[in-house]
């Protein structure tokens, strides 16, 4: 992506004019920021953003390069906007309607980066990694994340055992390591869905179901735990029915972030991307008091966070500091927004 920070915006005084229509300083200076993107291409092709055809508009958005669905969407609204409000006011020479009407919300997440992406909003994880995982395995654990279980090493999911699970209530009882006494949180219809079939999961696809080995397919070991070791020549039949080791979850997580080109993609993202949904789900219940005057997510809501990420248990939130580089409200809106495309009147 092209450096912004010192770019002159292309008939400036018409874009300072459209501006002026956001009350908010912070979204004034959001749809700035693609002005100044837009003038790279504006001055190359010697024509204002009002006039760029379907390919031209394109090319913008994936030089914008967002990194959340939420994101692309909002920077479509926007460049949306501009152009419906050039046409209405008799400014576009080359357009009687958006290059961007009529598209589907599905169209938008074609510019989404998800190279550089670190953090996942629900959508994006339940429907895009998830839902395209053939492993059950692999759709509990990450969703097991998501929604609050972690541990020492990982260990509140390593140890996990049918005995541990109540269909009837959603809840599991969850076993850290680290402490004596366990925690019981209760977990959303679709992940029990995914731990119940889980645990009668006897073979795995490797490489996410793309590798081409004789082996491609490989029976799981026979135990009570819910996340089990592959049966082949490296691996001792776990006669003692004991809990995995932790680095299966580094090795599966390495087929996943390759088979979706996503290298950030890890336990530590799936928890915190979760983290952001409770955030935002206090949002959505509270309200703009959820945020001091900085942006970031008060303490008292914040603790609800922690408490159910079992974060702290033996220190009563001492670290929250760390948490604030993304319990905020940036951060919330590049991964869950309320700005919807504007299906403009074009008459």
Not at 6 to 14: F, S, T
Not at 139 to 165: P, R
């Amino acid at each position: 992506m092209m450096t912004v920070n010192n770019a002159v915006l292309y008939n400036e005084e018409r874009k300072m004019e459209f501006l002026e229509r956001y009350e908010l300083d912070g979204t004034k200076e959001t749809v700035k920021r693609i002005f100044k993107y837009s003038a790279n291409i504006e001055n190359q092709l010697d024509k204002d953003l009002c006039d760029f055809n379907l390919n031209e508009v394109e090319e913008l958005m994936y030089g914008l390069s967002p990194m959340s669905f939420a994101s692309s969407r909002n920077n479509a609204s926007y460049i949306n906007a501009y152009i419906v409000w050039c046409i209405s006011n008799g400014r576009s020479t080359s357009n009687n309607f958006s290059p961007l009407h009529g598209r589907t919300l599905s169209y938008y997440k074609q510019f989404v980066d998800f190279s550089s992406k670190i953090y996942f909003s629900k959508t994006e994880l339940e429907e895009d990694i998830i839902g395209n995982s053939v492993n059950y395995q692999d759709k509990a654990f990450m969703q097991l994340l998501f929604e609050g279980a972690f541990g020492h090493q990982l260990s509140e999911i390593l140890n996990i055992t049918k005995d541990d699970v109540d269909y009837d209530t959603n809840e599991i009882v969850l076993k850290d390591s680290a402490f004596d006494e366990p925690r019981t949180l209760t977990f959303s219809d679709k992940c029990m869905n995914y731990v119940s079939i889980a645990f009668n999961q006897n073979t795995f696809q490797m490489k996410n179901g793309r590798s081409n080995r004789a082996n491609a397919t490989t029976e799981v070991l026979d135990t009570d735990y819910l996340i089990r070791n592959l049966k082949h020549s490296r691996t001792r039949f776990n006669e003692e029915n004991e809990p995995a080791d932790r680095h299966i979850f580094y090795r599966r997580f390495d087929d996943l972030k390759k088979f979706f080109d996503m290298p950030f993609l890890n336990a530590k993202s799936t928890q915190q991307s979760g983290m952001i949904y409770k955030m935002y789900e206090e949002y959505m219940k509270h309200g703009d008091i959820v945020f001091d005057e900085k942006g970031i997510l008060k303490n008292e809501y914040m603790d609800v966070i922690l408490e159910r990420f079992g974060i702290g248990r033996n220190k009563k939130y001492q670290q929250r500091m760390a948490y604030r580089a993304y319990l905020n409200r940036e951060i919330m809106e590049q991964l869950y927004s309320e700005v919807d495309i504007e299906n403009d009147n074009q008459n």
